[in-house]
């Protein structure tokens, strides 16, 4: 498919060791994650399903359908399309956990479904994205191209998240007292390191995000703005206690771009509109999830 808007393209700048730094960077968060993680988490979605299976819903079903209909209204370029339904496709992100808290949210649940949604989204990620993306037609002739091997996808997603993910649930087990300490450092730090390889996605291609930023900015709006929406209708919806509502939302729009990020430059060479979407995602998403939780902590 030969396309005339130049985002489709472009490649970002992005060297190998940037790569392999990310991959680390985004175990090590994911491993941090999971420190937090007890057996009793997942009991609690036994215990209380209602939320737990509307947060699915949420993320895995509305979402990615959501982010179909959007796309079919905006009609964005193939590329920036194809990053759309690929951010829809990651599992929930690793600060949803803390702006939940800060929301004064159902912290068990949002944990709950972090630990839950990042572990099948082994399967989901890549099963999810090959089925919304086959849907437009544009994304569609643009995965052809590409040629996209679905089972190294899977596998991706498995060392980087699932590996981290088991061992980080084992340490919280078998050291519990470690476990609280390395969680409190990694908390803060995963943050920062995700923020720095976004800034330096966004300094090796500054003149492309400068000419771009108007569109992006104003897609990635609409895109989280429907996230966040989806959560919250989700919620208000099926009569959740407000505590819920917050934390459902949250975790609907908080994406793991990070591990977009990671497939990105891992399976489409840096495609331009995808990778300038998605790292842009990896920031508004901070800037809106503290602004709804810095709002939402007063009303409990």
Known sequence: MQSENPLDSI???????????????????????????KVEDFKYLT????????????????????????????NPPPSVALGMFLVAACPGGNVSNFLSSLAKGNAALSVSLTGFSSTISI????LNFAFWAGLYSPTSELLREISLDYADVFTTVALILGIPLILGILTRKK???????ASKILKPLSILIFAAFVVIAFLGNFDL????????????????????????????????????????????????????????????????????????????????????????KRYT
Do not use: C
């Open 11 to 37: 490649r970002l700048n992005f060297s190998p060791d940037d790569l392999l730094l990310l991959n680390l960077a985004l175990a090590l968060i994911m491993y941090g994650v999971a420190l937090d993680l």
């Open 47 to 74: 215990k209380n399903p209602k939320g737990f299976f509307l947060g699915l819903f949420s993320q895995f079903l509305l979402l990615p359908f959501l982010t179909w209909a959007l796309v079919l209204i905006i």
């Open 175 to 181: 050291s519990p007292g470690f476990a609280e300490k």
């Open 123 to 126: 399967i989901s990620t890549p």
């Open 209 to 296: 995000f400068l000419k771009y930023i108007s569109l992006i900015f104003l897609w990635v709006l609409a895109h989280n703005l429907v996230a966040l929406g989806a959560g919250f209708t989700t919620g208000k919806l099926f009569k959740m206690p407000l505590a819920d509502v917050k934390s459902l939302t949250i975790e609907t729009g908080i994406q793991n771009s990070g591990l977009g990020l990671v497939l990105i430059f891992t399976y489409f060479e840096g495609l331009g509109g995808m990778a300038i979407i998605t790292a842009w995602w990896g920031i508004w998403h901070l800037i809106s999830g503290m602004l709804i939780a810095s709002i939402w």
